[in-house]
């Protein structure tokens, strides 16, 4: 019977590297929507593309993008609404903040190898 090198324990942990590739693609872009905002759509796709390739660590990463994306938009959407009664004026910066904080937490754990604590959260 022939085995490889590579012990049990970690051959569990292996990964494919584009999945992993593409979540760091998709923090970027997510980070780049400041300037460019149509990215985090383009973002979202390639991670329901991408959710179910990766193991323990990558899966609560394109959770996390996933989610962020989807709260993002009512965040974003409810700010942008109450603008027409001027309070959106000072709630849009703080989604913006919430948003960047949100995108480097998650790229910091993912430099890590670390899974996102509470993937399921609505803050950061």
């Avoid at 709260?71 to 959106?88: E, R």
């Amino acid at each position: 019977m022939m085995t490889n090198n590579i012990p049990a324990s970690n051959q569990d942990e292996s990964e494919d590297p584009i999945t992993r590739k593409v979540a760091y693609g998709i923090y970027i872009a997510n980070l780049a929507s400041i300037v460019l905002p149509m990215l985090p759509i383009l973002g979202v796709i390639f991670a329901y593309i991408f959710e179910n390739d990766g193991k323990a660590v990558l899966k609560s990463h394109y959770d996390y993008l996933i989610r962020s994306f989807w709260i993002g938009i009512l965040y974003f959407g409810i700010s942008g609404l109450l603008v027409l009664i001027l309070i959106g004026f000072a709630l849009l910066p703080i989604c913006v903040i919430w948003w960047l904080i949100r995108m480097a937490k998650g790229l910091k754990s993912l430099m890590r190898n670390q899974p996102i604590a509470n993937p399921k959260t609505w803050l950061f």
